[in-house]
């Protein structure tokens, strides 16, 4: 089944330890990204990239990081969560060519206390 | 990007059809419509696009207007489980700024009743 998984799907952390969201997807797309969506702000980009170790910030990157060494799978790293972080993330990818349209993963809700 | 303008919320009773608008009145002529939803904070699904012409697929119809200035999304028969939130969004067809990031409005909130 052509899917975009993400890991943990729920976390509660603490302010300053580092944690990684995992996203992978099985469909060969070259595009991925990470979005963040709070109550009454929609969905916005954090990073983005194109292919293979090309990464670009989107709206909203402040403390984040991301990584694409291989083509699945574009982890999300929060070097040192604030709570200012907590929020519900969902990871995307869609391929470069075409009409293609964007396949969501099932979210990550993440409390940083 | 065009804005997209969408009522807030709609309500539809289960069986009957759901037509949900959108207005693009800023559209160039290169944009396409898309709809997506999301289903209580689960991942936003896609639904169908089109660029000037009516579009049909399994899950739902989109009719664009001769100007494409509006469109309407068009579930036949709607279910409980198409109660979600539905957005319209108007995307160039070529890669732009953020690797073609898709910019969600509010939305609009559907409620299918029994």
Redesign the interface.
């Known amino acids: 089944e052509a899917q ?1 998984t993400q890991n943990p799907r729920y976390l509660i952390t603490v302010t300053g330890k580092k944690l990684t969201v995992t996203c992978s997807q099985n469909m060969n797309h070259e ?1 991925m ?1 990470w979005y963040r969506q709070d109550p009454g702000l ?2 916005r ?1 954090i990073y ?3 292919n293979v170790e090309v990464t ?1 910030k ?2 909203v990157p402040e403390g984040y990081k991301v990584s694409r060494k291989e083509k699945r799978n574009f982890p999300l790293i929060l070097e040192s969560p604030s709570p200012n972080q907590t929020s ?1 993330y ?1 990871c ?1 990818s ?1 391929p ?1 060519v075409g ?1 293609g ?7 990550t ?1 993440l409390l940083v206390l | 990007d065009a804005k997209t303008t969408q009522p807030t919320s709609m309500d539809c009773a289960e069986g009957r059809a759901a037509n949900l608008p959108c207005n693009h009145s800023t559209i160039s002529g290169n944009e ?1 419509v ?1 709809w997506y939803r999301q289903i209580h ?6 639904i169908i ?1 089109g660029l000037k012409n009516n579009e049909t697929n399994e899950m739902a119809s989109l009719i664009i207007t001769e100007d494409r200035k509006s469109s309407t999304l068009i579930l036949p028969h709607a279910t409980l489980r198409d109660t979600a939130v539905y957005y319209c969004i108007v995307r160039g ?1 070529v ?1 732009t700024g ?9 939305g609009t909130q559907l409620k299918v009743e029994l």
């Open positions: 975009v595009y990204s929609g969905l980009q983005y990239s194109m670009d989107g709206d519900l969902f995307a869609r470069i009409r349209t964007q396949y969501f993963g099932p979210g809700r | 396409y898309y904070s689960q991942g936003p699904q896609y696009h067809g890669l953020g690797g073609n990031k898709l910019t969600f409005g509010t």
